[in-house]
């Protein structure tokens, strides 16, 4: 079904809505779970809150296309659960390793609680990310936002897993740099 | 900044990026090969190329196909072809492929060979869209400042479809998809603005593929790129009937719906059957064949276009000029022949014009022609190749029979180039109403258009929720002000939501019963209005208004007018 008329059902307020949405989007929010939190039942329980939520926004909110929504929620969902099981120490995998890599650019210091600075930041991120090469932004996204390994990214990629750190490590040194001059690390 | 922090910040990265990286993770998008540079658009050239020899048809590049006699295209097709082979196709000859004869390019997001079709059955599977988006219109420039000429293609269809942006790379064809928000208002000089890092952009090339360049001027007011309605191979667009012109018909306009167009040809008078055509104010008959009609935005201005594609082109002699013979007609308001003159100078630097004594101008290529209209000029650009022969020939037959619109006619959305209202305010230290007169003028911007009072206000351009606006600000207080935004969605919903973002959390916004959203500012002092209006093409124009409470009956009237007055076009 296409995304207009999975669109179409959650205006009619029609549950079917949750099960064409699981059916087109469930293995795709799976997988994002699953690279974040490394668990299957606790990835599957994301999902569910992912339609739930989808549920709960749609409408006033017709997003096109529903990928990158569905995406972006199930992503957010995820680390917060992620997190809430960090504090019982059972968080680990890849999540970890990614924040691991990433203190190489960021300072340590909590600064995005201001939503002036937050916006800034993010401004100064996308900016960073446009500049990037197509080849470079994917790798780098395939790794911090969906969270994928680097043997994972080789496999896409047809690039040897030392091809991909180094790439990402050369990456992370040019955002530490701009983050650095934009004073925003 | 802590690492969770900036892993959560990356939730918000444009959705373009999401989508792209996760055709990566796929395995759609594959590393671009730079091995062989140019063997695959050599070889999609040369089956072209074997094609046209098979069928005899031939193809000329496009300046050739306006000039040739009929019975010398094959062989000038076959030559022409035989040059192909020994050297690269010239940058017209590509673009003109991609777009009429599905000549396949490398997509550096999916990293698959495609062609314009089926780009647009892949965009419609990837988007989830219910209808295919098509071509609508294109443009060539130099996009990324290396001298060779980019090809630029925009789509209609459901949602926001990218720009297509193909260029050659050593050789080989590649393109790239920009989302508009990455890749929007683009310019004559290939500047564009990025939605997602709020800031003028640029391309550039590395590693065989292309990178985005942020820039730190402004460029709102560099010329916009020249775009030609895509129209598809082998039929003539026909032309949108625009509301106010589908009243008109032959029979009001008292002209015949077919006639014949006569000029003189060595020495022989030459009759061909033409149509009438009914634009917006004028009328002209076209010949029924040789010529292709095209809607262009020509230098900001939406303008119908007519090329001729060769066989009715003999009126002009013989030549192999790569300059086209093309009549191009427009509107342009404003009163003053002196300033419609400069303009198409200024628009046109190639042109060296003089002007003669009934106002028109000419160059060696080109005759400009001006037609008063009530509230301004519709000026016809008449070009033809630097050493046509026999004059005008067809094209003058086809400005002969220019006719504008009788003024009991006149269908223009045109507005008076000024304009005068009576407001009433409150004087408080005579505690009482009083009339008066506001003299305004009227502001027309690609879009829209509305009256701007002649004193007190002052524009300037800002970023207003992250996107270009124009704002005019009151001199005796600036806290009262009228901007104007055009957003980037054609939904109104999502108008709605930009609206609530935008105002930000000082002003409890709700939405108003006018579809817009409208609140006073959380501390009681300031009011904030936003309107959306959609334009003819889909776009949406946020009209905005603030002003102090305080001002409600005295100032807030200048930008309630103003607001009233908006119109899109």
């Known amino acids: ?185 | 900044m802590t690492e969770m922090e900036l892993l959560e910040l990356l939730r918000d990265i444009p959705q373009g990026y999401i989508r792209q990286a996760d055709a990566f993770r796929q395995g759609h998008l594959r590393i671009l090969k730079k091995q062989r540079p140019g063997a695959a658009v050599r070889k999609i050239l040369s089956t072209a190329a074997m094609l046209v020899l098979i069928l005899g048809a031939g193809f000329l590049g496009f300046h050739n196909r306006l000039t040739k006699a009929p019975g010398n295209l094959t062989d000038q097709a076959i030559l022409s072809t035989q040059d192909r082979q020994k050297t690269q196709p010239d940058t017209e000859e590509w673009q003109r492929m991609v777009l009429w004869e599905d000549l396949s390019f490398y997509d550096l997001d999916t990293g698959n060979t495609t062609n314009l079709s089926q780009f647009c059955q892949d965009l419609t599977r990837r988007n989830g869209l219910a209808e295919t988006p098509k071509p609508s219109h294109y443009t060539c420039l130099d996009l990324d400042g290396d001298g060779q000429t980019e090809l630029v293609v925009a789509f209609t269809g459901w949602g926001d479809p990218p720009h297509l942006v193909l260029g050659d790379f050593d050789g080989k064809l590649c393109a790239v998809a920009y989302d508009t928000p990455q890749m929007d208002r683009l310019k004559a000089d290939g500047v564009f603005y990025h939605a997602g890092i709020r800031s003028w952009a640029k391309l550039y090339r590395t590693g065989g593929e292309w990178a985005v360049q942020t820039l730190e001027e402004d460029h709102s007011h560099a010329p916009d790129a020249i775009w030609t309605q895509w129209v598809s191979a082998g039929t003539e667009a026909e032309p949108e009937a625009a509301a106010n012109t589908e009243k008109v018909t032959p029979e009001l306009l008292m002209r015949q719906a077919h006639s014949d167009l006569t000029f003189w040809k060595d020495g022989a008078e030459v009759s061909v059957p033409a149509n009438l055509f009914i634009g917006d104010g004028y009328s002209l008959y076209i010949p029924q064949e040789g010529w292709v009609y095209e809607q262009i935005d020509y230098h900001g201005i939406p303008a119908d276009r007519w090329v001729c594609t060769g066989a009715a082109g003999d009126g002009l002699g013989q030549n192999s000029t790569a300059e086209p013979t093309q009549l191009t007609i427009l509107f342009r308001p404003g009163t003053d022949y002196q300033d419609i003159w400069d303009w198409v100078i200024a628009v046109n630097p190639q042109w060296n014009m003089v002007q003669n004594a009934r106002g028109s101008l000419y160059a060696d290529t080109a005759t400009v022609n001006f037609f008063p209209a009530e509230t301004g000029f519709i000026v016809c650009i008449l070009e033809t190749p630097r050493f046509g022969t026999e004059g005008l020939g067809i094209l003058g037959a086809m400005w002969q029979s220019f006719n504008g619109w009788p003024s009991t006619l006149t269908g223009f959305r045109h507005r008076d180039p000024e304009a005068s209202f009576t407001l009433t305010r409150y004087l408080d230290d005579q505690q009482q109403w009083e009339e008066y007169t506001v003299e305004t003028q009227l502001y027309r911007a690609k879009g829209y258009s509305t009256y701007i009072p002649k004193e007190g206000f002052e524009s300037e351009d800002i970023l207003y929720g992250g996107l270009p606006a124009i704002r005019w600000v009151c001199q005796e207080n600036r806290e009262v002000w009228f901007a104007v935004v055009k957003l980037d969605t054609q939904d109104f919903d999502q108008a709605i939501q930009w609206g609530f973002s935008a105002g930000g959390s000082d002003y409890g916004l709700y939405e108003d019963a006018s579809g817009g959203v409208s609140g006073s500012s959380t501390d009681g002092s300031a009011y904030l209005s936003m309107q959306f209006h959609k334009s003819y093409n889909s776009s949406i124009y946020a009209a905005i208004r603030h002003y102090p409470l305080a001002q409600t009956d005295n100032l807030g009237g200048y930008v309630k007018l103003m607001t009233d007055q908006f119109q899109t076009e």
């Open chain 1, 1 to 185: 079904m296409e995304d207009e008329q999975i669109l179409d059902l959650y205006f009619s307020r029609s549950e079917q809505a949750i099960g064409e949405t699981a059916v087109k989007y469930g293995a795709y929010c799976h997988s994002i779970a699953f690279h974040v939190l490394e668990n299957k039942e606790d990835a599957e329980e994301c999902v569910s809150d992912t339609w739930f939520s989808a549920w709960n926004t749609i409408p006033p909110k017709r997003p096109l296309p529903l990928s990158a929504y569905l995406g972006r929620i199930t992503r957010s969902l995820s680390i917060d659960r992620w997190r809430r099981a960090r504090a019982f120490k059972r968080g680990g995998g890849q999540m970890a390793l990614a924040l691991e890599e990433l203190k190489e650019c960021v300072s340590g210091a909590g600064s995005l609680e201001n939503e002036l600075i937050r916006r800034e930041t993010l401004m100064a991120v996308n900016r960073f990310l446009a500049e990037l090469s197509v080849v470079e932004r994917n790798v780098f996204l395939c790794r911090y936002w969906y969270l994928e390994s680097s043997r994972e990214i080789a496999e896409h990629s047809g690039f040897s897993q030392s091809k991909v750190r180094s790439m990402l490590h050369r990456i992370r040194g040019r955002l530490d740099t701009y983050l650095e001059k934009e004073g925003l690390r």
